[in-house]
């Protein structure tokens, strides 16, 4: 009867956390250190600093003659 109950309890919280992901996510990035770790993990993972770099650095998807 617990197990029921923490499965439905556990499938609600779910709901409702996709329902309101953004104002969630808004409230959790709020926070300077979690924000910051966050930030910094993202980072570490070298293929999305690998790909930031470039993009930041080269100038984007988009050449300098566009402008």
Do not use: D, E
């Amino acid at each position: 009867m617990s197990r029921l109950l923490s499965v439905i309890l556990l499938a609600l919280g779910g709901y409702w956390i996709l329902q309101n992901r953004f104002r969630v996510l808004n409230a959790i990035l709020g926070m300077r250190f979690l924000r910051r770790f966050f930030v910094s993990s993202f980072l570490s993972i070298p293929f999305v600093q690998n790909k930031l770099m470039k993009l930041v650095f080269s100038g984007g998807p988009r050449s300098q003659s566009q402008y």
